[in-house]
């Protein structure tokens, strides 16, 4: 496990803390619709202001453009819920960078750091700005860890002391749980449109796990290198070669990738569209895959019920819309059932869990997408590497303090 400087490890009274969090929540008419990362959030907030601390929270909401307030981006509802979560007042501060006068037991939420200029750039002298407005920087934010941005990387080395807050810390636990030491047998679902978006992921997932199940648009690009007809169904051509030698892979392992038996096809793509279940052998031409079928679910119902270890990244089929969520839900439902420890992450699979309502029934919901992605895939994660940085000069110093 990666050392760093954790919240136990420092004195917070009377500090002026600056924690970066992530609160890059769905938002529709400036209503949130889920409040899950929020939620996330709070045992920390206050942890911190119990312990006497001044506390300014940053954090993005989408992908602004620099330098232009746009109120669709603002983090004024998450300042609202903020404030109505933790019964506290929590102002939103528009011009924040150059300073926020503050007292004891204060909290504070910045708007949205991307309106910065900046920010996504790693500026420098922007870093150096959040770097002074505070004695101890925190970065609590799992999710945007695989970015080095200002307020996640260019910060770290300008705080006095630059710590990692106990989300980020749990996320890190919690997925070398499963990478380095998981109880096996190991099942991993990983859906979503394409395969060229997932390939690492899959690559790496083989050397690990007993049944790796596809779903989503992945799992045409493998019928289509089965020989099954996907007739319009969303599939990569040049990657049918890849899937088939992915299917080789798993099997050389001692690895199975399930193909389902059966499937739930529309004409077309739409929440109107009537839902038919065929053999995979039956596949019309102008038919499109959306779900599994019925024999599927229960066969992998199956493969989870024997899992002592869970991995989930990404929807079975198009969930959004009702009568193609049933394979979602039957697979949520299972690893809720089952007694297996339970990793799920990736802003589709946790819009699932919350649909399917079995956020308290998994082991450990990921906020992370792409950060949980890579570092499954074993890439560093910028964000970590320069706490770790930090954690080391902050020992040396300790350690000198002591002699």
């Excluded at 407005?133 to 300008?158: E, M, P």
């Excluded at 807050?165 to 190991?186: D, Q």
């Excluded at 050397?207 to 992945?218: A, S, Y």
Aim: aromatic content about 6%; charged content about 25%; overall charge negative.
């Amino acid at each position: 496990m990666t050392i760093l400087v954790k919240l136990a490890d420092l004195e917070l009274s009377g500090k002026t803390v600056l924690i970066r969090e992530d609160y890059n929540v769905p938002i529709r008419d400036f209503e949130i619709s889920s409040d899950i990362r929020i939620r996330a959030t709070l045992p920390t907030l206050t942890k911190l202001l119990e312990a006497g601390a001044k506390v300014i929270i940053i954090s993005h909401l989408g992908r602004p453009i620099a330098g232009k307030y746009d109120e669709k981006f603002s983090l004024a509802p998450v300042a609202k819920c903020l404030g109505d979560l933790l019964n506290l007042s929590v102002p939103l501060i528009k011009n924040w960078t150059n300073g926020i006068d503050m007292t004891d037991h204060q909290i504070v939420l910045c708007e949205n750091v991307r309106f910065e200029k900046g920010e996504t750039m790693n500026n420098d002298a922007l870093a150096r700005k959040m770097g002074r407005l505070c004695q101890v920087y925190i970065n609590d934010a799992f999710a945007t860890a695989h970015r080095a941005q200002a307020s996640t990387h260019g910060v770290a080395k300008y705080a006095a002391v630059s710590a990692a807050g106990p989300l980020l810390i749990n996320e890190l636990k919690a997925l070398t749980k499963v990478l380095r030491n998981p109880e096996t047998p190991l099942v991993a679902i990983v859906g979503g449109a394409k395969v060229s978006s997932k390939l690492i992921i899959l690559e790496t997932l083989l050397e690990k796990v007993d049944q790796l199940i596809v779903g989503g648009g992945i799992i045409n690009t493998f019928l289509k290198a089965a020989g099954y007809e996907v007739g319009k169904s969303l599939y990569e051509a040049e990657l049918v070669e890849t899937a088939s030698k992915l299917m080789k892979q798993a099997k050389a392992n001692g690895c199975q990738i399930p193909l389902p038996i059966d499937v739930i096809c529309g004409k077309e793509f739409n929440e109107e569209t009537i839902a038919v279940t065929k053999h995979i052998s039956n596949i019309e031409t102008d038919d499109i895959i959306m779900d599994i079928g019925p024999e599927t679910s229960k066969q992998l119902s199956k493969l989870i019920g024997k899992a002592n270890t869970i991995f989930w990244n990404g929807p079975l089929g198009v969930f959004e819309f009702n009568q193609f969520s049933q394979g979602t839900e039957n697979l949520a439902n299972s690893i809720a059932e089952s007694d297996a420890y339970s990793i799920a992450g990736g802003g589709d699979t946790i819009a699932a869990i919350s649909k399917f309502n079995i956020e308290d029934k998994v082991s450990y919901i990921s906020t992370g997408g792409g950060a949980f992605l890579e570092f499954l895939e074993g890439k560093k994660l910028p964000a970590v590497e320069i706490l770790e940085e930090a954690a080391r000069a902050w020992r040396a110093m300790e350690r000198a303090r002591e002699l």
